[in-house]
T-cell receptor, first 111, second 114 residues
Framework: GQQVMQIPQYQHVQEGEDFTTYCNSS?????IQWYKQRPGGHPVFLIQ???SGEVKKQKRLTFQFGEAKKNSSLHITATQTTDVGTYFC???????????WGAGTKLIIKP | EAGVVQSPRYKIIEKKQPVAFWCNPI?????LYWYRQNLGQGPELLIR????????DSQLPKDRFSAERLKGVDSTLKIQPAELGDSAVYLC????????????FGPGTRLTVL
């Protein structure tokens, strides 16, 4: 069935280092959404990408949607402690528009 | 604008007991979702409503779980009887429509079954 894979599962970085998470879909997506979940919190919408090859920036966060609309990435420049959490990608299923979620990438800042 | 409201925030029960969760979505949002999230995993959809109609409940364990969304606004999710494996966070989300729209999540109910 249709799947969304996300890697890595965890990423440990020193504060100030960059962070990247990758999302790959088994099928073309009409859009892809990114959510952030802080420890103990609930998923919060970050952004939606719709167009092939789209790149969007939010301060230190850069989101990309692949040309084939099957993959996406989130890159954080110069991580800060406020970036800690799990980042999820999600895309609509072809058949019923239900969001299919990646397993998430947990960003951990090394002490 | 108020966000998605859920109650209770925490619930501890013994196995075989019933439990119910309540959700009030963002005003005007026709689509309502119930998810279950286990520790370290992504949200798993249990049921999706379009107004008062359950349009996707394929992942809902129907032997013990039930849900309703009377009048197409707020919703309740019930487990009866609860099992140890039901311990998780139950998240409610809403969106304007079903078409892959942004979902807005409530704070969730953390259920512990002893």
């Amino acid at each position: 069935g249709q799947q969304v894979m996300q890697i890595p599962q965890y990423q440990h970085v020193q504060e100030g280092e960059d962070f990247t998470t990758y999302c790959n879909s088994s099928t073309t997506l009409s859009n892809i959404q990114w959510y952030k979940q802080r420890p103990g919190g609930h998923p919060v919408f970050l952004i939606q990408l719709v167009k092939s090859g789209e790149v969007k920036k939010q301060k230190r966060l850069t989101f990309q949607f692949g040309e084939a609309k099957k993959n996406s990435s989130l890159h954080i420049t110069a991580t800060q402690t406020t970036d800690v959490g799990t980042y999820f990608c999600a895309g609509p299923r072809d058949s019923n528009y239900q969001l299919i979620w990646g397993a998430g990438t947990k960003l951990i800042i090394k002490p | 604008e108020a966000g998605v409201v859920q109650s209770p925030r925490y619930k501890i029960i013994e196995k075989k007991q019933p439990v119910a969760f309540w959700c009030n979505p963002i005003s005007g949002h026709n689509t309502l979702y119930w998810y279950r999230q286990n520790l370290g995993q992504g949200p798993e959809l249990l049921i999706r409503y379009e107004n008062e109609e359950a349009v996707d409940d394929s992942q809902l364990p129907k032997d013990r779980f039930s849900a309703e969304r009377l009048k197409g606004v707020d919703s309740t999710l019930k487990i009866q009887p609860a099992e140890l494996g039901d311990s998780a966070v139950y998240l409610c989300a809403s969106s304007l429509s079903r078409d892959g729209d942004t979902q807005y999540f409530g704070p969730g109910t953390r259920l512990t079954v002893l």
